[in-house]
């Protein structure tokens, strides 16, 4: 961005506006950086907004729908989706369900999946499968739903703390963090409904799904009773956050009484701290 900015102070051409929608519009832009990201001739300028535009292209990673991701990564996306409900299947998340066994309170908050494609800094496309959990409003307040995390202070001061006293500092991700939350209150099991090709994908993980399936309007349907807890749950953080907080807790951590996400343990005569957010 510093680069993309010099490089603009230094012509003096002005930049053209262009009032016309600029949703799918591919700019050319007379500086170095654009032309080694899109390989186009220098030819005139463009707006800003386009040139804003390809940027988020370029440098940030858009998620997209099954269907879209298909037609963007084809196989690719295909595979991302089938690691993703391969995982879920590994963390025993689902009991299929036949639709007569749902009772009534579970056909009424059912929640449908979602299935996301993105691809990854590194290039690799990963696949998603959330749930919407708008309808949960209708039964979860928001008091219920809130989960605690690092506050802004915490993070600067304990950084101030590392930077002083020369701490090694390490920072990491929790994989599968959500699927890993078992529910132990039955109550708060979900139904998950998947559809279309997210369900062959999951019966080609395990055929014992295959006996579940209902056809709906051409489609193939999948009810699933969610064991764990699936991203895009109300909940979801919050139980994530209450489990972490006990595992680390058995590790001898403290947790701070003035931040809930912030933790210490005394190892070998030296402080670690941990902070963490959901």
Known sequence: I?????????????????????????PSFNNKVY????????????????FIQVLQKVFLSQQMSLKKGIKMFGNKAVEGMKKELKQLHMQDSFIPKHKKDLTLQQWKNWCEAV??????KNSEVKGRCCTNGHIQWNYISKEESASPTAATKSVL???????????????????????????????????????GLAVELLIETDTKYAEYVEVKKGQKVLY????NVIYGTLKAALLFYQKFKHDI??????????????????????QMTVLWHV
């Open 2 to 26: 510093q680069n993309i900015e010099e490089e603009m102070e230094r012509d003096d051409t002005p930049i053209k506006r262009n009032r016309k929608t600029t949703k799918d519009y591919e």
């Open 35 to 50: 032309m080694q990201i899109k390989e186009v001739s220098n030819k005139e300028k463009v707006d800003d907004v386009a």
């Open 115 to 120: 299935n996301l494609i993105k691809q990854k």
């Open 157 to 195: 001061l304990t950084s101030v703390i590392e930077a002083k006293e020369k701490r090694k500092v390490v920072t990491l991700d929790v994989l599968n963090a959500f699927i890993q939350t078992y529910l132990e209150n039955k109550d708060e099991w979900i139904i998950l409904v998947l559809r």
């Open 224 to 227: 699933l009773e969610c064991t």
């Open 249 to 270: 807790e058995l590790q001898g951590f403290r947790i701070n009484p003035y931040n809930w996400c912030v933790a210490n343990k005394i190892i070998n005569g030296k």
